[in-house]
């Protein structure tokens, strides 16, 4: 059996790198999907110092005390909305399609409730036309 000696190497192949390589595949990126741009529309905000209720393209979305909930237009049956007993606060609720209900309540300051229910039917009737 006869071995090279040391520091002999194999006769080259043909000059160059070789075949290409395999496809690679695609590199994870580090930056999040970026959400499809929803088309310009009428937008609706109500807030005091500890709620907000926000309606636009992407659907409803409610914050309370820091705690966000976000109904995407595909998941709301229904939205209904009315003054509290005392005249002082907007309630609006988001209807689920399987019957669960969710609220939030704004403070009102003195003449802005009949502003929001005038901008809230403007906006809930471009999204949602037939209730």
């Known amino acids: 059996m006869h071995q090279p000696g040391y520091g002999h190497q194999p006769p080259a192949g043909p000059p160059g790198f070789g075949p290409p390589p395999a496809a690679y595949p695609p590199y994870p990126s580090s930056h ?7 088309p310009p529309g009428p937008d609706f905000l109500a807030a005091d110092r500890h709620n907000s ?8 979305a409610f914050e309370t005390h820091g705690l966000s909930a976000d109904f995407p237009w595909q998941v709301v049956r229904g939205v209904h909305y009315r003054a ?6 907007l309630t609006v609720a988001v209807v689920h399609p ?5 609220e939030c309540v704004v403070a009102a300051r003195r ?21």
């Open 53 to 60: 209720v926000v309606v636009d393209a992407a659907g409803v």
């Open 32 to 38: 999040p999907p970026v959400a499809p741009r929803l």
């Open 98 to 102: 399987d019957g669960r209900v969710f």
């Open 84 to 89: 509290s007993p005392d005249g002082r606060a």
């Open 111 to 131: 003449g802005e409730l009949q502003e929001w229910f005038g901008r809230l039917a403007t906006v809930l009737g471009h999204y949602r036309p037939m209730g």
